[in-house]
């Protein structure tokens, strides 16, 4: 993707590889705009950055109902960077035994929730599953933290 792209839709990104870690998955968008839905399903060792996530009619709803700008259901993507989420019910949802790190200046603006986790089911894998440096901006809730699992490691 490059800054000029417009993608309308949803992205799926399913299980890829075998293995603990999955497929390695790098979606650089360079500024480059999805009206609609990235939905992982799939363990990654993966990154997306530099992507202007939109509602639009195109959107993925989550089982409440709710527009997801980000969903992952079952799935890891371990980094988010310099990513906006504008105009969902829920911008970015990890669920059950899915997982996001979004780990680096990132803006949430005009969600309901900014950033929705649940994921008390998955087994907490390596490494630091951090948010920071990003801004949060008119979201009725910015972190709504539901579930996590029953063993968090020492760090």
């Known amino acids: 993707l490059d800054g000029s792209a417009t993608y ?7 299980e890829l590889g075998s293995g603990t870690n999955g497929a390695v998955i790098s979606l650089e968008g360079g500024g ?5 839905s990235v ?8 990154f997306l950055g530099r992507v202007n996530f939109v509602k639009s009619d195109a959107s993925v709803t989550n089982s ?6 980000l969903l ?15 105009g ?4 970015l949802e990890s669920n059950a035994t899915g997982f996001i790190s979004a780990n ?3 803006t949430f603006e005009n969600n309901k929730v900014a950033i929705r986790i649940d994921c008390a089911e998955r087994e907490w894998g390596n490494g630091n599953r951090t948010i920071h440096h990003s801004t949060f901006k008119n979201n009725g809730t910015a972190i709504q ?9 020492r760090l």
């Open 72 to 86: 992952c259901s079952g799935g890891e993507l371990y980094t988010i960077n310099d990513c906006s989420l504008t």
């Open 145 to 153: 933290l539901l579930g996590l699992p029953n063993y968090i490691p």
């Open 64 to 69: 409440k109902g709710e527009t997801v700008g």
């Open 32 to 36: 480059a705009t999805i009206k609609g």
């Open 88 to 91: 969902y019910d829920v911008a």
């Open 8 to 14: 309308e839709g949803v992205l799926t990104l399913p």
């Open 39 to 46: 939905v992982v399903t799939g363990k990654f060792n993966g």
């Open 104 to 106: 680096g200046r990132n």
